[in-house]
């Protein structure tokens, strides 16, 4: 099985032309490229992915957000393909009081066509609370920044076509800069792609799904999706191969490729469209200030450990876990209680999922065999008794 990494050595030796053109997996290492640190290195006004490359060889495996990062951007620098695209424009912001985690870096495919990256959910707790936050707010800031990015960029090269792209939160930040820029804009949009980001809201989907960009919008969640279930997607959607499980599959490493194509499944697996219904329905019998009080009120707790990542809390998980229902305590009786509701709801709706589902495949077990006893008891009938009628 071969992922990113293995297209690099395989194809990186092949230039992006007419014969060879750019892809989806392309598009993929690109949307990725906006996780690499260049907050480690010193950035120069002109820079190429293989001058990153060699500034980026001296940090350490650990420096990077995940694994197979530093992998990705040796192979990168060594990649016909890919060394000789510049980079610039590179951005990245984080405000807690305003609870938002932004990043985005251009690459220069050619002369002609550039691609705007979206990095997705770093280790912070303030990126996860501001992915969460999605589900009771109609745009978060990290969207809104992405817009004014797109439109600052495309007017900075205006002789250049446009792809747009990330990964997880970042994917949906491509797709929400993509509908929500200027006409003259969205017309220079050749592509936009969304690797297993959340979808939207209802009130967002109703906005764009007339809008001729939708066209132009592509989602890729792998068969066992949590995150790209989240919300709802009204753009061409398609399903890629992971060898990991669960949660896992998110990712992208883990995501298969043949030549130049994501290996694709046929379906999503029955546990992530449990979790997409669950999702759905969950969204649509509460509240979004019910939603809000939930999501505050957990991240409320992981901020009293005065911690800035998940890890910096597991690092010193006794002393924390004591924080934790020390602030826990000290939230009002009413917000719990809308909390332990919340959670009740979630699980009892997946469960509910779950039941259904094993009761659809029972069924269908039941039909299989009995269409098979039907097809044995014809077969010996024709052999033994309909044989002996004509005697």
Not at 119 to 147: H, R
Not at 230 to 240: A, P, T, V, Y
Not at 244 to 253: L, N, P, R, S, T
Request: aromatic letters at 10%; one cysteine or more; proline letters at 2%.
């Amino acid at each position: 099985m071969a992922n990113i990494n293995d297209y690099l050595i395989w194809r990186g030796d092949l230039k992006i032309n007419k014969d060879t053109p750019f892809n989806e997996v392309d598009s993929m290492i690109l949307a990725r490229f906006s996780y690499l640190r260049f907050d480690k290195i010193k950035m120069d006004d002109t820079e190429t992915i293989e001058s990153i490359s060699s500034k980026m060889k001296s940090l350490d495996n650990d420096e990077f957000l995940y694994n197979g990062d530093k992998e990705l951007i040796t192979n990168l620098g060594e990649s016909t393909r890919f060394k000789n695209m510049q980079i610039t424009d590179y951005v990245k912001k984080a405000d807690k009081e305003v609870e938002k985690q932004f990043g985005a870096v251009t690459i220069h495919i050619s002369d002609k066509e550039m691609y705007i990256s979206f990095i997705g959910t770093d280790s912070t707790i303030t990126g996860w609370k501001e992915d969460f936050n999605m589900a009771f707010m109609d745009n978060v800031p990290c969207q809104l920044e992405g817009k004014e990015y797109v439109e600052k960029i495309a007017n900075k090269y205006p002789d250049k076509k446009i792809r747009i792209g990330g990964h997880s939160k970042g994917g949906n930040v491509a797709i929400y800069s993509a509908v929500t820029v200027s006409n003259a804009v969205q017309k220079r949009i050749i592509k936009g792609y969304n690797y297993d980001g959340p979808g939207f809201n209802k009130k967002m989907i109703e906005k764009y799904k007339n809008s001729e960009i939708l066209n132009k919008l592509e989602t890729y969640m792998p068969q066992d999706s949590i995150i790209g279930r989240i919300l709802e997607h009204e753009e061409k959607c398609e399903i890629s191969l992971s060898i990991e499980k669960g949660i896992y599959q998110h990712d992208i490493f883990s995501w298969q490729v043949l030549r130049d194509d994501l290996i694709k499944s046929e379906k999503l697996t029955d546990n992530s469209e449990a979790m997409g219904k669950t999702l759905k329905e969950w969204l649509a019998t509460t509240k979004p200030e019910q939603r809000k009080i939930f999501f505050d009120g957990i991240f409320e707790v992981l901020y009293s450990t005065e911690a800035n990542t998940f890890s910096e809390i597991q690092k010193s998980l006794s002393k924390n876990i004591v924080k934790i229902f020390k602030s826990y305590g000290e939230i009002s009786d009413e917000d719990k209680k809308t909390i332990t509701e919340m959670i009740k709801l979630f699980a009892k709706t997946y469960m509910s999922e779950i039941m259904e589902q094993n009761t659809n495949k029972l069924e269908a077990m039941k039909e299989y065999y009995k269409e098979e006893s039907l097809k044995k008891f014809e077969e010996i009938e024709k052999k033994y008794f309909r044989k002996n009628k004509n005697v």
